[in-house]
């Protein structure tokens, strides 16, 4: 039997990785061949939650599932980590917080999750980041680790759409979720998880010939005029567990407008967020 694929999750007490992690014991992320092992992560006070979601984990006897870690810490955590899904961003609305307050809290996280990645996982470890302000919090985490190629970072913009093979009316579907920047709100945590499951599942096995996928890439060289050092949402092929941005796509021109609109809100969320790492020596 090939040595398990090592998968890292975050806030994976939450309803959105309950649902995502028996899909990933169970084959759909990386095929029904490629055995797993699982490392959950949450803050200390829901230790004793995932001990439980690790008990319900292995009474399921998933063939594929090979072990499973409950931890606190990052460092414990991403050691050897081939994958990791980072869902424990802040949300964008908590009773008695100021937004700068959860703004800076976003960057310390993403921040730590970055060094720790670069420190304890694997050079080639591929990080999936979903929840509020995902593209920029994909972006701190990316720049946290250097070691790590900047194309192994990617944020979650995937929606379900009709399997319409007209790339015009294709382009529309990817719209939706570029627009608010990575910071959509899905209907419920089973929808965030399938998306997850999806991205993931593409990026691992890549997508079908003559299909694509949305997902928040690194924009350096897109050739959408895109500025390049963000993380943005585009079009992409996928083969051999690399993806690449599809050259040339003819784009309406609100569809254009909005693209602008995004990549300067992304811009200034950029901004705010290095300026933060610089101001609290982060």
């Known amino acids: 039997m090939a040595e398990p694929v090592k998968v890292a999750v975050t806030r994976a007490a939450g309803p959105t990785a309950y649902s995502l992690l028996y899909s990933i014991a169970n084959g759909e992320v990386c095929g029904n061949q490629q055995p797993v092992a699982l490392a959950l992560l949450d803050s200390s006070s829901m230790l004793g939650v995932l ?13 594929l599932l090979q072990g499973v870690t409950v931890t606190d810490r990052d460092e414990v955590g991403f050691v050897g980590a ?3 899904v980072l869902l424990d961003a802040v949300p964008a609305a908590q009773d008695g917080a100021e937004p700068s ?14 060094r720790a990645l670069d420190t304890y996982a694997k050079k080639s470890v591929k990080v999936l980041v979903a929840g509020n302000s995902a593209n920029t919090n994909c972006l701190v985490a990316m720049i946290s680790a250097p070691s790590i190629p900047a194309e192994n970072f990617t944020c979650l913009t995937r929606r379900d759409r009709d399997r319409d093979r007209d790339r015009d009316q294709a382009f529309l579907h990817w719209e939706a979720p570029v627009i608010r920047a990575g910071a959509r709100t899905f209907p419920n945590s089973a929808s965030v998880a399938r998306a997850t499951c ?4 593409a990026w691992w096995s890549g997508t079908k010939q003559g299909e694509w996928m949305a997902m928040g890439v690194v ?6 005029g895109i500025p390049e050092g963000l993380i943005y949402p585009f079009p992409v092929t996928v083969q051999a567990g690399r993806w690449h941005i599809i050259p040339g796509l003819v784009l309406p021109p609100l569809l254009r407008q909005n693209m ?14 290095l300026a933060s790492l610089v101001n609290s020596h982060l």
């Open 51 to 63: 001990s439980g979601v690790a008990m319900e984990l292995q009474d399921c006897a998933f063939q």
């Open 82 to 84: 081939d994958i990791a």
């Open 101 to 114: 307050d959860l703004w800076k809290a976003n960057v310390r996280r993403f921040r730590a999750h970055g």
């Open 198 to 201: 999806d991205h993931l599942c």
């Open 219 to 224: 924009s350096d060289r897109n050739g959408y």
């Open 260 to 273: 602008a609109l995004c990549a300067r809100e992304l811009l200034r969320e950029r901004d705010r967020a």
